[in-house]
């Protein structure tokens, strides 16, 4: 595709060369979001980040990428008070906003609300969550980290082998990185959940299309025993009818340093979309992983400020002028990703 | 008047003069706000955004313009958790709030909260709208665009024709619009309200005294017919006491493609101060308007910005800094402001 | 103490010479505060102001202190939408979002969740207050402002004669002022307030301990007699298990002009952390003291932003560059910090 200028919207706008495109921008992006090095590339520019649903970290991670690529961010929060809760239509919410920004980042709880706002907006959208419907950052940031953590091992994206392991129902988050994954050639996926939460059925279908395995398990032990990377996910509890209903799944599958230990090969990697349920009865991966190194977990929200710094110097087109507003800076760092 | 160091906080503060100086400070904006170029002469100065009332577009629109003279942005939106929910004065809450920025720009429901807080600041304050009172910024970009949509025809301020339509008791656009158009020459304004929302009485008067014509008029399709523009406004349902009520008047003097079409002369320009009502029974502006080249209302929204820009450079005395401290830009533009 | 890299948690932390270090960073900032100069030598740099409670003039204060030393600022309120409401533990919130910033000023309502945090993030926190335990940037500016206010006529800390009214039982400000005071010599403090209301045990035993005098009185005016500062705050409403016993003590230990003018020793100085009550019959400081030039209270929160300066050069080990990367500016100043 041809990024300049273009929304994201969607996992499934890619080709196998664009994925590969961003994931080369996100690489060179390294020294600048672990601070050995600060550009202003887009110095001058302001990113418009429209939150209509809550969403800390995606937000923060959005406008921390836009900052660190030297631009200004604008942003609103909640959707209460917005035009749209007064009987706005979203073209003009989205005439109105893409006015006062270079690129926007929006969230919104309805599907296809984004893409609708992104047909009216005057400047590149980048979708950051569409309800249960589309989060094509957070599935590039997952694809992205599986190549990093492979890559001191000889291993890649081709060949992979890979549990997806929980609520595979309603999971947003697992359904775009297997539209990613089709992009690839010979992944072994084992989706490991409840009879009542499986992959649906097209997606399967999909992966198997693209000459995929993908094998159905409820059986976590058995899964995870010959995988490079084990991708855990939460119950999405606010897609259940009830409280009881969502607490019937919670905890299942719950990975510790015990099951690791006896059961993953060495070095399998544990990946997660975050946040993860801390309470007792809830957990999907247990705190004694916390000193596991490879726990990726926080590697991947990590890898999502590369990623978004990618986008934005794409559909912005910068990505090859980012060195060249470059200095290296000498405020403390060491703790940084450490 | 003297902008340098001064507070913006009502239409009636102004003379020609100003207003003619702002449009002209503004008029040096739009290469910036184009992004063909980029400066910082307000690199390192703080706007102060105290929305203690929401309006996101206002607030957006104010911060933009500071972001792209090079300023920072730091935000309050809300109350609830306001120091002057818990008692402290609007005295207090401004002598604090003043020492953290450079200029600031509030929005308040209160009439007259916004002046108070001002006679208390230790740097100049914008008046983003004071409840029903005033909301200066909106009355000047209305202006601005009304002199740049008629420029090109050779038709200006000084003689213009225009119909306001809807609300007219309690918009308070069209009434700082009144006001400012009071400054000028020969003006022709009809009235197009039900009767039970007309014009307040000493508006009217007003207009009258400054040599204008101003009719009143409940048949939209003859007051529309020979003017250079129509300015159409939402019920101002927050007003009434209850929703039936605001339901009375919704929809009355809708315009559509078809009404222009056999009623208007030629490049009638149709303004709208937004948000324009959506909802089928409820609209102002049809969706088939969408296409016709002369409805400004986004034309309007992007004025704001140029607007708010002059006001921050002339009360920070740096209009004429501006392109001192200034660049090119080459990130991708190709869509903005399209 | 070593500051670059160190979280900034509680007073406790400090030795005498740590405080005078950061006193002495903040002297320098002034230039910065007051807009004679600009300094970029944080230029890139991200402040993640994460407030979990919400505290506007503390965030605001916070984030203008970061832009003024060249920094951008991400910023997060409220708590009901955030990931811990959702389950996620405070190690994982502070992995995540430690990934986004080069240093985090926290708030959370919850008495050592800050410390909580800090011990799982990957960059220097400082504390913005964590409920009803410590805020160190307030106590900081507290004794900054007093040693400032002091300067001027040969008086200093050691050495110092405050008295602190009001409610001293809860009253988190005090608390840490008096743990500060305690490194310095020869303190005399008069604790005023109800009998319900006293400064905790614990506390008068520590200024008793670092060699200060510390009496406890119910006498307002015979209390202001012989002292450099008063310091009085506000009753603590939300501490209170109703209404009508706060209430009980609101209003008592009044200062005004009057009583100002027959009691206190010339210049004596007044202060309080804000926001002072403005109802009637709840004041703590009547409205006739504004004109008092020894009214110190909008002083201290001028103050507050050259000592958070401090902290974030001092953790970010910049303290020493400040000057270096700094230009002199000539918008409009005349009427700042009047």
Redesign the interface.
């Known amino acids: 595709m041809q990024f300049?200028?273009s929304h994201i919207l969607s996992v499934t706008q890619f080709e196998r060369a664009d994925v590969e495109t961003i994931f080369s921008v996100a690489d060179r992006m390294e020294p600048y979001a672990h601070?050995r090095r600060?550009?202003?590339?887009?110095?001058?520019?302001?990113l418009?980040s429209m939150f209509f649903e809550?969403?800390?970290?995606t937000r923060?991670?959005f406008?921390?990428a836009f900052?660190?690529l030297?631009g200004?961010?604008?942003?609103?929060t909640g959707f209460e008070?917005?035009?749209i809760a007064?009987?706005?239509?979203l073209?003009?919410?989205a005439?109105?906003?893409s006015?006062?920004?270079?690129v926007i980042a929006m969230r919104h709880p309805a599907a296809g609300s984004v893409a609708e706002f992104a047909a009216a907006s005057?400047?590149?959208v980048i979708n950051g969550g569409d309800g249960a419907n589309e989060h094509p950052s957070q599935a590039l940031l997952d694809l992205y980290t599986i190549k990093k953590e492979l890559a001191g091992r000889g291993r890649g994206i081709d060949g992979l082998r890979i549990a997806m392991v929980g609520d595979l129902r309603y999971g947003r988050t697992v359904h775009s990185l297997c539209k990613l994954l089709c992009l690839f050639d010979r992944v072994q996926v084992v989706l490991v959940s409840p009879q009542e939460l499986r992959m649906p059925g097209e997606i399967v279908e999909d992966l198997r299309a693209a000459g995929h395995e993908a094998l159905e398990s409820e059986a976590l032990e058995a899964s995870i025993a010959h995988v490079d990377i084990v991708y855990s996910t939460r119950i999405q509890e606010e897609r259940f009818s009830s409280q009881q209903e969502a607490d019937l799944y919670r905890g299942r599958f719950r990975l510790n340093q015990t099951i690791y230990t006896e059961h993953c090969e060495p070095n399998t990697v544990i990946m997660h979309p975050?946040?993860?349920?801390?309470?007792e009865t809830?957990r999907e991966l247990d705190?004694d992983l916390?000193d596991n190194p490879n726990l990726a977990?926080?590697r991947q929200?990590?890898n999502g400020?590369l990623v978004r710094m990618a986008l934005f110097a794409l559909?912005?087109?910068?990505a090859d002028?980012v060195d060249a507003h470059a200095r290296d800076?000498?405020?403390?760092?060491?703790?940084?990703?450490?």
């Open positions: 300049a200028g601070r600060v550009t202003k590339v887009l110095d001058g520019a302001i418009g809550p969403s800390t970290r923060v991670s406008g921390s900052n660190l030297g200004e961010v604008r942003e609103t008070n917005s035009a007064k009987g706005e239509s073209y003009d919410t005439r109105v906003l006015g006062y920004s270079d005057r400047v590149p975050l946040p993860r349920d801390s309470r809830a705190d916390n977990i926080f929200t990590d400020v559909v912005l087109d910068v002028e800076v000498n405020w403390y760092t060491a703790g940084r990703f450490g």
